[in-house]
């Protein structure tokens, strides 16, 4: 079994900056794929961003693409999204999610196992 928490979130105005962290417990995560989501009200929960068990690859959703950075630190089992030129459409609560089965990529339907999530609300 593998947890995960995330943290970091709050509220921010629009153009300012947030750094998100997921812990994982239970597991080295080293092997695999972790991401981010999201899910605002009312919407279904999308990718914001994924990121190979070295880091080497990465992908983003075009909504956060060149505003929003996602690394790890697999020496802490962690991993980051950094949040930078927040927009109120940011808003949404932000999920951690890892793939045990994939070494490059997690999507929605492909995450074993998922954080509790952390709001990020951000204010215009």
């Known amino acids: 079994q593998v947890q995960l928490v995330e943290s970091g979130g709050g509220l921010v105005q629009a153009g300012g900056s947030l750094r998100l962290s997921c812990a994982a417990s239970?597991?080295?995560?080293?092997?695999?794929?972790m991401g981010w989501f999201r899910q605002a009200p009312g919407k279904e929960r999308e990718l914001v961003a994924t990121?190979?068990?070295?880091?080497?690859?990465?992908y983003y959703a075009d909504s956060v693409k060149g505003r929003f950075t996602i690394s790890r630190d697999n020496a802490k089992n962690t991993v980051y999204l950094q949040m930078n030129s927040l927009k109120s459409e940011d808003t949404a609560v932000y999920y951690c999610?890892?793939?045990?089965?994939?070494?490059?990529?997690?999507?929605?339907?492909?995450?074993?196992?998922w954080g509790q999530g952390t709001q990020v609300t951000v204010s215009s």
């Open positions: 239970g597991r080295t995560v080293s092997s695999y794929a």
């Open positions: 990121i190979s068990w070295s880091g080497g690859n990465t």
């Open positions: 999610a890892l793939n045990e089965h994939n070494r490059v990529v997690v999507t929605t339907t492909s995450a074993d196992y």
